[in-house]
């Protein structure tokens, strides 16, 4: 689940003494330093040092797996990344703080990504980018969530070798990430928190439920044009018209510029939310925005199932692991 982490760690929140500008430098492929200050990496994993503050950024999938375009950290996986990465720098990183954290996952469509990503029209509070075809961004100032191409993403990286691994398919990815973590959860999240399955839940359910509130598009048939009554045949014209203009983007302007008052705005809302139900109600009807919202749904099912796990299950596997060794 967890991808791109940032951990910042102080020398005074250790129980020992240790100096990081003497001691991580050795551990680390050093790219620049200067006399307070070293950057270099530990596999993927970027490690700069700043004085007496150690800021370790990078995905965590693939520094313990390699990858991340394919499956998940389970819980137990987590901790383990957690412990490699706390061994190779000599330093409990469960201490860490963590100040941003990405949570992506990879879906198997049965077209290309971008065709879905013109169906995800307006999510309230959240500003919407298209930077490129392949790429939709929805952003705001602690939160941020994209929509894009593995692939495309891959070939810009020069991920030669995993991209073989998917040249037949196409593959869409859904990443969330949290910018202003200790805001949003209300407390400072550490290290040792990214394998409490109180924690992984409520990260989950976030990942989840802003996909959910997202607007989505009508797909634009003919046979979507509803004939049955007056009132069917309007509402669908006016799905229609959601599904080729971002219409709730249009409202809000047209409120900011005072073109209509608040009374206006949330009679046209309340329209497009019977237009919405009644097109969605049409037993018939299998929008192509239904194949990413059923597999984001399934896996919210399964990964709810994973990490609803508990310490003492946690603590036997830990054990279990010792025994082998």
């Known amino acids: 689940m967890f991808d791109t982490i940032k951990f910042v760690l102080k020398e005074s929140d250790l129980d020992n ?74 330093i409990s990183m469960g201490k860490a703080r963590i100040t941003r954290i990405d949570v992506g996952f990879c879906f198997c469509m049965k077209h290309l990504p971008w065709v879905y990503l013109n169906r995800l029209l307006y999510c309230d509070g959240y500003f919407r980018s298209n930077i490129k075809k392949e790429t939709l961004y929805f952003d705001k100032h602690d939160l941020m969530f994209c929509f894009y191409d593995k692939k495309a993403e891959m070939k810009k990286n020069k991920d030669v070798g995993d991209l073989e691994d998917l040249k037949d398919l196409n593959v869409l990815r859904y990443e969330f990430r949290f910018k202003k973590v200790a805001t949003i959860f209300r407390r400072v999240i550490r290290g040792e928190d990214l394998y409490d399955s109180t924690f992984c839940l409520l990260v989950l359910d976030k990942w989840y439920n802003c996909y959910m509130d997202i607007q989505k598009g009508i797909d634009m048939e003919l046979s979507l044009i509803r004939f049955d009554s007056k009132k069917a045949f309007e509402l669908s014209c006016v799905a229609c018209c959601m599904g080729l203009f971002n219409l709730s983007e249009f409202l809000e302007i047209a409120f900011e510029r005072r073109d209509i008052t608040s009374k206006k705005k949330y009679d046209i809302k309340e329209v497009m939310k019977m237009a919405e139900k009644l097109m969605t109600d049409n037993g018939d009807l299998m929008l192509l925005i239904d194949e990413l919202t059923q597999k984001i749904s399934n896996a919210y099912r399964k990964l709810r199932r994973s990490f609803n796990i508990s310490p003492q299950r946690l603590a036997m596997l830990a054990d279990r692991n010792h025994s082998n060794i």
């Open 17 to 90: 003494c240790m100096s990081f500008i003497e001691e991580i430098p050795c551990l680390i492929s050093i790219k620049s330093s200067s006399s307070n200050r070293v950057m270099g990496y530990l596999d993927n994993m970027r490690v700069e040092v700043r004085g007496t503050t150690l800021i370790v950024e990078g995905s965590l999938s693939k520094y313990f797996k390699g990858y991340n375009y394919a499956g998940y950290l389970s819980i137990w996986e987590i901790k383990m990344a957690l412990n490699k990465l706390s061994n190779a720098l000599n």
